[in-house]
């Protein structure tokens, strides 16, 4: 344990002791200056996402930038009415007397984020911790290199130093912070890290929120709107070349559908990234050479349908569509995340429930369907974070749906209310009155005092 890492935690803590972070306007004002660092550097942070990632601009904004400012302004709009005292009632042996769950701050917290979408994945939590009344610490993901650097130069420079403190690093660094104790820990990553997060945590009895990924399967029945379930597939499949924890892993459709949707797929990517997606500026790239190789290999011994080009010096993979990969194939036994989307085919599409329960349980799941009753049937018959029906990712868009996996696809959730909540303890409160007062419950117990029972 470093005496530098000690010392930075025992200082943001007396800080919180002060009490300074608890006032709604200190609370706001920290969120304003937020997103007055997004808006004064948004072309920073365009720049360090594009150098880190190949994002586009327009990408940028709308799953980073975009996306935390709604974040905030909405954060800033509930803010009041979340910390309000929540009324409960009160049964008839506490009569006279009320009750109600009163949010409190939790202390000081530690958010770890991912690469992907280093910006907003790491700032979204940071986003609901302040709006609760936290001190945090925030570790950037090492391997987006450029906008962890930003984040750590632009961070102290709008929110309170005493409050919020950026830690940089790797697994050392990790290791380090994660020696400390603190009142809530949030990671986002991978299944492997999650485990000694949660070991870290247990050390502390600090509890832990696990944002983690998994296999998220697409659902296409043969009655979708095949060309808008196609253009919203390849949206959600190929935005930052498929490094998205909610990206489509697969997809499962009917032996008999297999061929116009493979076709309506092609069509898509040709027509959002061009004949040559390597020279679309809209199409991105893999965050490193060690994903690079990685998503090769998944590609050994499959048959590739489409795409399959990669270039080492651009950190370049095409969108590649590969059908009926074996079952038991890297491909389809760990998480892609990247470019490649496998085709798995079935008899009949009421057995894609049973390919996902015999999976561990994903973080989203999409069915493209106009059947009410298949959705119905998919929805009660299996597990997922999160469901969207006829469309992708698309309930990231709305802040009263909480994020989070259930089972290996992570623990908890955040986002709006239910962010403010992960970072709050609900204190339990019930107040009685004193004006009468029975002795029923006092002893000495007697049969007379046992009939008021
Ligand atoms: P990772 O788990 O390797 O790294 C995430 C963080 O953990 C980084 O900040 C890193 O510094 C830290 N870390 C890495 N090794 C560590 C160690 N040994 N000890 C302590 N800390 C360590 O990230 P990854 O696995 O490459 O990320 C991809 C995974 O994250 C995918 O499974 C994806 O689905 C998931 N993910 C989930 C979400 C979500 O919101 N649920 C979002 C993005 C990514």
Sequence with gaps: MSVEMANLVTGLRSFYRSGATKPLNWRRHQLQQLLSMTQTHQQDIVQALKLDLGKAEQESWLAEIGFLEDDINHSLKHLQKWTKPRKLSTPMVAQPGSSWLQPEPLGVVLIIGAWNYPFQLLLAPLVAAIAAGNCAVVKPSELAVHTSALIASLLPRYLDRQAY??????????????????????????????????????????????????????????????????????????????????????????????????????????????????????????????????????????????????????????????????????????????????????????????????????????????????????????????????????????????????????MGRYHGRWGFDTFSHLKAVMKRSTWFDVNWRYPPFSAGKMKLL
Excluded at 192 to 206: C, D, Q, R
Excluded at 321 to 342: C, H, K, Q, T, Y
């Design 165 to 410: 403190a950026v830690v940089e690093g790797g697994v050392q660094e990790t290791t380090d912070v994660l020696t400390q104790q603190f009142d809530h820990i949030l990671y986002t990553g991978g299944e492997t890290v999650g485990k000694i997060i949660m070991k870290a945590a247990a050390e502390h009895l600090t509890p832990v929120t696990l944002e983690l990924g998994g296999k998220s399967p697409c659902i296409v029945a043969s009655d979708c709107d095949l060309d808008v379930t196609a253009a919203r597939i390849v949206w959600s499949k190929w935005m930052n070349a498929g490094q998205t924890c909610v990206a489509p892993d697969y997809v499962l459709v009917e032996h008999a559908f297999a061929d116009k949707l493979i076709q309506a797929i092609q069509n898509k990517i040709t027509v959002f990234y061009g004949h040559n997606p390597a020279d679309s500026d809209d199409y991105g790239r893999i965050i490193n050479p060690r994903h690079l190789a990685r998503l090769q290999s998944y590609l050994q011994d499959q048959d590739v349908i489409f795409g399959g080009q990669v270039d080492e010096q651009q950190r370049y993979m095409a969108p590649t569509l590969v059908r009926n990969p074996a079952i038991d194939s890297p491909l389809m036994r760990e998480e892609i995340f990247g470019p490649i989307l496998p085709i798995v085919s079935l008899d009949n599409i009421a057995q894609a429930s049973d390919f996902i329960n015999q999976r561990a349980k994903p973080l989203a799941l999409y069915l493209y369907s106009r059947s009410e009753s298949l959705q119905q049937q998919i929805l009660t018959s299996t597990s997922a974070g999160s469901v969207c029906i006829n469309d992708g990712m698309m309930f990231m868009a709305n802040p009263d749906l909480p994020f989070g996996g259930v089972g290996n696809s992570g």
